[in-house]
């Protein structure tokens, strides 16, 4: 069965820093890039980070530039997410998902949530002002 749990959210002040977590199990991870997505109240699902897993490139979108790290230990079957200098805006639940074979760049950025093929319970990360 394939399972992905994300984890390591809670509520942490701005300008603070978080750690999510993404266990994977029941699939080979080497086939899979490994997204994470967040959603806050009343938006749409947004995708901030992608790493592939054919070569390690990375994906983030304008609001994870320069702030959030994503990598991966296959030994672990783990991916995370380092997310720096939080702010207010960065509050929702986050979510990981795995894409068979999607290469994370910036012109397959758009296709990123469809390219998905499994999807964790997402973790609630809040920063308070």
């Known amino acids: 069965e394939v399972q992905l749990q994300a984890s390591g959210g809670g509520l942490v002040q701005a300008g603070g820093s978080l750690r999510l977590s993404c266990a994977a199990s029941?699939?080979?991870?080497?086939?899979?890039?490994i997204a994470w997505f967040r959603q806050a109240p009343g938006k749409e699902r947004e995708g901030i980070s992608c790493i592939s897993a054919t070569d390690g490139t990375t994906y983030y979108s304008d609001s994870a530039k320069g702030r959030f790290t994503i990598s991966t230990d296959s030994a672990k079957n783990t991916a995370y997410l380092q997310m720096n200098r939080l702010n207010s805006e960065d509050t929702a639940v986050y979510y990981c998902?795995?894409?068979?074979?999607?290469?994370?760049?910036?012109?397959?950025?758009?296709?990123?949530?469809?390219?998905?093929?499994?999807w964790g319970k997402g973790t609630l990360v809040t920063v308070s002002s």
């Open positions: 029941g699939f080979t991870s080497d086939d899979y890039a």
């Open positions: 998902a795995a894409g068979k074979h999607f290469y994370c760049s910036d012109p397959w950025s758009k296709y990123l949530l469809h390219g998905m093929d499994y």
